[in-house]
């Protein structure tokens, strides 16, 4: 309340804007949080399993390859077509494995509710900003400003 205990100071309705913005960026900042968390997790995820295809496929080419290379040269192939042949289909799966991981890598999002309630919230403080320039008293003179633009 203000000093004649029916309306509150400018200083106080300014104490309660910056109480109220401090409030909504906190609490934005912790929606951004909480996303971000989901959004890493699931970047793990897909990180991990393009690890894991590097690695599988780094194992089937020096393990496999060799002993079916050496089985097609059993079935009368020559050993360097053996080979090729078994290079070329360990590499096609090694392919196969890296777009499952982008794929899992694609579902990983940035924070869009928070980047979606911050933008409304700068759209409802731009309208209660255009309510308190209507709602000024239509006799009074316009009050200086200071270098940050703000009125005294």
Do not use: C, W
């Not at 029916?6 to 910056?18: H, Y």
């Amino acid at each position: 309340m203000g000093p004649n205990g029916s309306e509150p100071t400018v200083g106080q309705l300014v104490a309660n804007a910056s109480k109220d913005l401090s409030n909504l960026v906190r609490g934005e900042l912790e929606l951004a949080k909480t996303e971000l968390k989901k959004t890493a997790v699931a970047a793990g995820t897909g990180a991990g399993m393009f690890g894991a295809a590097a690695f599988l496929a780094v194992l089937a080419i020096i393990l496999l390859s060799i002993a079916a290379a050496y089985g097609l040269t059993a079935l009368g192939l020559h050993p360097a077509l053996a080979f090729l042949i078994i290079a070329v289909l360990y590499l096609l799966i090694g392919v196969v494995l890296v777009l499952l991981g982008k794929r899992a890598l694609g579902g990983a999002k940035g924070p869009q509710r928070a980047i979606e309630t911050s933008k409304e919230s700068v759209e409802v403080l731009k309208a209660i900003g255009k309510d308190v320039e209507e709602t000024e008293p239509a006799g009074s003179t316009p009050r200086p400003t200071g270098e940050s633009g703000v009125r005294r």
